[in-house]
């Protein structure tokens, strides 16, 4: 596509040319006859055509031997810096829709009280994307119930945005409270990723892993994204 765009630069330079030129021709010959004129304009288009289209603004445009390699040269040029931002701030970087990821989660510390679900969230596309705040977290089949809050012994207001290139990975984790009475119980949860507004996309469903899948809780919270595991998994 920049290789279509320099092209095009160079045939509407080259028509300003000429129309300047046939312009300049036309007011010279102000009163002369037709054949005059047309003599001029000729003699303009001919010395626009001779003319390199590499003045100005054009100038500015890298220069090779082959077309291919000069729209090449500029996508990286112009591309380049976007992606390299993305590798440290976000910038340049899309969010991550979901259906990029790979979600997995692994139920830990099984029959204890505090058990934990380690959620683990792979970019397996081609392209840089990031993450933002915490995972919604929709424990068992109650997709329409609410997501789980937000750990209070986490930073509230974090909103730094967690830019994942292809294949790299984030952490979170789900803190189950079981009180050993009147809990719930579930193999499966629904994660939904959160934008820069706070808003959630759609919610995918997860099943739990590890020596014992099943995992109940009173309560429930959920903690940041984190390019470290957390606790000690």
Known sequence: MITHRARRTARSATLAAVTAALALGLTACNGADDDAKTASADRAADTADNRPASSGKDSAEPKSGGDTEEGEGSA???????????????????????DEMLVTAVHRFAGQEGDHLLVTASNE??????????????LGGDVDGA???????????????????????AYSAVNLFD????????DSFAIGLRGADGDVGPFYSVDSKGKKPQFS????????????????F
């Open 76 to 98: 990286a040029a112009s591309g380049g810096t976007d992606e390299a931002a993305g590798q440290g701030t976000g910038s340049g970087a899309q969010q991550c829709r979901g």
């Open 125 to 138: 596309g081609s392209k840089p994307c990031w993450v933002t705040s915490y995972p919604a977290v929709k």
């Open 217 to 232: 809780w009173n309560e429930a919270d959920v903690l940041n994204w984190n390019t470290e595991k957390p606790y000690d």
């Open 179 to 186: 009180y050993g009475s009147k809990h719930h119980t579930a």
């Open 147 to 169: 997501a789980l809050p937000h750990a209070k012994k986490d930073d509230p207001s974090s909103d730094e945005r967690i830019t994942l290139q292809a294949g790299d990975k």
